[in-house]
């Protein structure tokens, strides 16, 4: 699409229902049918431009244009966010927050995921022999979790990983979701909002120990602007948004097997 062209625009109704409906694919379907990477629609009944690709990134992280105080609905923020959290804040308490997060993002950080991950896998993958048939996607939500909890150093015990498997997809589950499923995801915060709290309050008081450089440690002493601890709830929901980012893969590695593969499309089955 040329700087010039009119931009594409979808029917004149509203489309909130359809955006629920559909999902993340709401988007995806729209730029393939006016092959473009923006067009215009109607959600709630207000005008919405829909952008998407590297350049539309940089305009939608450019603090003189987007401002994130108020802008993400307080439904949101009850079930995927939490509320107050990274994604609602602006300016020098954002960037001091976002350090918080970059300090978890390192190349060892990021090697030590792999490690887990690839470790975790195989030997889970290894009980598959013997199973019944498994469902990937719960598979991948359990996975997930375990990993999640060990590379950031949060005591999980093996009774719990369903639970919080599901209440971490639960959150992301209710992103524009009403009813049930909605509520799912509040309760599932509730939940776990409460079990991280818990633990960051063990190890502030000396109950538990925390790997030194561990985001569990790094989350429960990061200090304020004003040089204050963290709240704990704060600091309990700004470490789910890490492990449930990690969860929430869980649906992407679903997605992959309905992706067609490029060998068979060719003929090939290798």
Request: hydrophobic share 35%; aromatic share 8%; with cysteine.
């Given at each position: 699409?040329?700087s010039?062209?009119?931009?594409?625009?979808?029917?004149?109704?509203d489309?909130?229902?359809?955006?629920m409906?559909?999902?993340?694919?709401?988007?995806?379907?729209?730029?393939?049918?006016?092959?473009?990477?923006?067009?215009?629609?109607r959600?709630?009944?207000?005008?919405?431009?829909?952008?998407?690709?590297a350049?539309a990134?940089?305009?939608?992280?450019?603090?003189?244009?987007?401002?994130r105080?108020?802008?993400?609905?307080?439904?949101?923020?009850?079930?995927?966010?939490?509320e107050?959290?990274?994604q609602?804040?602006?300016?020098?308490?954002?960037?001091?927050?976002?350090q918080l997060?970059?300090?978890?993002?390192?190349?060892?950080?990021?090697?030590?995921?792999?490690?887990l991950?690839?470790?975790?896998w195989?030997?889970?993958?290894?009980?598959w022999k013997?199973?019944?048939?498994?469902?990937l996607?719960d598979?991948?939500?359990?996975?997930l979790?375990?990993?999640a909890?060990?590379?950031?150093g949060?005591p999980l015990?093996?009774?719990?990983?369903n639970r919080?498997?599901e209440?971490?997809?639960?959150m992301?589950?209710a992103?524009?979701?009403?009813?049930?499923?909605?509520w799912?995801?509040?309760?599932?915060?509730r939940?776990?909002?409460?079990?991280?709290?818990?633990?960051?309050?063990?190890?502030?008081t000396?109950?538990?120990?925390?790997?030194?450089?561990?985001p569990?440690?790094?989350?429960?002493?990061?200090r304020e602007?004003?040089?204050?601890?963290?709240?704990?709830?704060?600091?309990a929901?700004?470490?789910?948004n890490?492990?449930?980012s990690?969860?929430?893969?869980?649906?992407?590695?679903s997605?992959?097997?309905?992706?067609?593969?490029k060998?068979?499309?060719?003929?090939?089955s290798?």
């Amino acid at each position: 699409m040329k700087s010039n062209d009119p931009i594409p625009k979808d029917s004149p109704l509203d489309h909130t229902m359809n955006l629920m409906r559909e999902g993340y694919e709401f988007l995806s379907h729209r730029m393939e049918r006016f092959q473009t990477d923006l067009f215009e629609t109607r959600v709630m009944g207000q005008k919405v431009l829909c952008i998407r690709g590297a350049e539309a990134v940089k305009l939608f992280y450019d603090p003189e244009r987007f401002k994130r105080h108020r802008a993400t609905p307080k439904r949101i923020q009850k079930s995927l966010f939490g509320e107050n959290a990274i994604q609602t804040m602006d300016d020098k308490a954002h960037l001091h927050r976002k350090q918080l997060f970059l300090s978890m993002m390192k190349p060892e950080d990021e090697r030590e995921l792999a490690r887990l991950t690839h470790e975790t896998w195989r030997r889970v993958a290894e009980g598959w022999k013997k199973s019944r048939p498994i469902v990937l996607f719960d598979e991948a939500k359990r996975v997930l979790c375990q990993v999640a909890c060990e590379w950031a150093g949060v005591p999980l015990k093996s009774i719990e990983i369903n639970r919080r498997a599901e209440d971490f997809h639960a959150m992301v589950d209710a992103f524009g979701a009403v009813g049930p499923r909605h509520w799912r995801g509040r309760k599932g915060r509730r939940r776990t909002e409460r079990w991280i709290q818990s633990i960051i309050y063990q190890v502030r008081t000396g109950s538990l120990q925390a790997r030194e450089g561990s985001p569990l440690y790094k989350v429960s002493y990061h200090r304020e602007l004003n040089g204050k601890l963290l709240d704990e709830r704060m600091a309990a929901i700004e470490l789910i948004n890490v492990l449930r980012s990690i969860v929430a893969i869980a649906t992407f590695i679903s997605l992959l097997l309905q992706l067609p593969c490029k060998s068979t499309q060719s003929g090939r089955s290798d």
